[in-house]
């Protein structure tokens, strides 16, 4: 290995790895710019860059994209356990952030210069390999020794990134493991052990029934919009106008209705967020809002950033509710954890156990899951069998029931202002409230 650092040192440098980084040529014709780690800068034809990945250590970003990208339509193999892929050690260390799965992508993350050629690029890698590693080696990340109780499980699975990882965790892995870094078999992936329980509160009063006005839904659209917006008329009509849909119900179960539509473009989320923000904020309340796509629960979830800055506060205030076949079953990862070591899957599991421990809900599908993690679980099946199964859950009975991401997310949304759901998760809660009354 390159860059070996002393190895008890407390101001040791990441270890890199002694690996070639390689990014895709541009062209019609495929190919690759490769750099040694002396700083060679070489151009490799479509064979020469395939056999490189099949045979040797190479540091890549998405080595599936970026070996079809080199091939262009020639045959290759799948690349090996020695193939460093950044966008693994990214996961590893930023779990549940974004990342386009590019090096371009993986330098804006990181808050690098990805540079205007590929050979930039190329260089590149192993800056942000070493920004990374030297994360981990901050003894103030959160989780430290769970992550180096992790990463010793995939190291022995034969993970490229394991001699790194591990030497960045050195001293977690000993406060954790003990002066000999041995585990027994069931630590490393065993997050419903690091995991907060949820919390059974107690029901909230009634909302109130203040209404909210067609300037005051105006003014907050203002604010969402910000200062630097440009006037939107039809905008500030829409949110006037939907306000009328809050106003105090003059008899029960006679809610008030306002049928409106809108042009593409006009800003009707944010034009109809401002009066149902409002409304749950004077009257300590939540609204439901019904979305038909998963893609529109993802651009609402986006807008509502804006209503809510900090991280802290959205994540109390604002709840994604989806059917239950969509998050992580807890159940079912401890089972897919006890068969990693004999699939042949424990890099990927370690992957998804980074991942549940910093998700903002456990939602597997359009949530903060890696979309590119999937392939590695076997396809949309892999991860299926992940998520909770329609009609297997035995609630209570399951061990893991107290930690269930599904079960934090329905106490969750009781108490939340707003709440964006489905059609029929919507009608359901709608059912129930009007039985409660």
């Not at 003014?219 to 306000?243: M, V």
Request: glycine fraction near 10%; charge should be neutral; charged fraction near 25%.
């Amino acid at each position: 290995m390159a860059d070996t650092p002393p190895p008890d040192s407390p101001d040791a440098g990441p270890m890199l790895p002694d690996a070639v980084a390689l990014v895709p040529a541009r062209g019609a014709d495929g190919g690759a710019v490769a750099v040694s780690p002396d700083g060679e800068i070489g151009e490799l034809t479509p064979d020469e860059a395939l056999r490189l990945i099949e045979r040797e250590p190479v540091m890549l970003v998405h080595a599936g994209f970026t070996a079809r990208r080199i091939a262009r339509g020639r045959a290759f193999r799948e690349a090996g356990p020695h193939v460093l892929d950044l966008l693994e050690l990214f996961a590893f260390v930023r779990p549940a952030e974004p990342c386009l799965p590019t090096a371009e992508g993986l330098a804006r993350a990181l808050h690098l210069d990805p540079g205007e050629t590929p050979e930039d690029q190329a260089m590149m890698l192993r800056e942000a390999a070493a920004a990374l590693l030297r994360e981990l080696q901050n003894p103030r990340l959160p989780g430290r020794p769970f992550a180096a109780r992790t990463a010793f499980r995939m190291a022995e699975a034969g993970w490229a990134w394991g001699p790194g990882v591990m030497a960045a965790l050195r001293d977690a892995l000993r406060g954790a493991a003990g002066r000999n870094t041995t585990l027994p078999a069931s630590r490393g992936f065993d997050i419903w052990n690091e995991l907060p329980d949820w919390e059974e509160r107690p029901p909230l009063p009634p909302a109130g029934s203040l209404p909210v006005g067609a300037a005051e839904a105006q003014a907050r659209l203002a604010q969402l919009a910000g200062e630097d917006a440009e006037a939107r008329p039809g905008q500030i009509a829409f949110a006037g106008l939907t306000s009328a849909a809050f106003a105090p119900r003059e008899r029960a179960g006679e809610p008030h209705v306002v049928l409106a539509e809108a042009g593409t473009g006009i800003g009707k989320t944010i034009g109809y967020v401002a009066p149902a923000s409002l409304w749950a904020e004077l009257n300590k309340g939540t609204v439901w809002i019904s979305t038909y796509t998963k893609n529109l629960q993802r651009q609402l979830d986006q807008e509502l950033t804006r209503l809510y800055p900090d991280p802290a506060e959205k994540a109390e205030k604002a709840v994604i509710r989806k059917g239950r076949e969509n998050y992580l079953c807890l159940l079912n990862f401890a089972e897919m954890a006890d068969r990693a070591a004999l699939s042949g899957n424990a890099v990927a599991v370690g992957l998804v156990a980074r991942w549940a421990m910093a998700s903002r809900d456990g939602d597997m599908v359009g949530g903060d899951f890696p979309a590119w993690l999937a392939a590695r679980l076997g396809g949309t099946a892999g991860r299926t069998g992940l998520t909770d199964r329609r009609g297997e859950c035995v609630y209570t009975a399951c061990p893991h029931y107290k930690k269930c991401f599904i079960e934090r997310a329905i106490r969750k949304a009781r108490r939340a202002e707003i709440v964006v759901a489905n059609h029929a998760l919507v009608m359901r809660q709608a059912a129930l409230d009007q039985r409660s009354e």
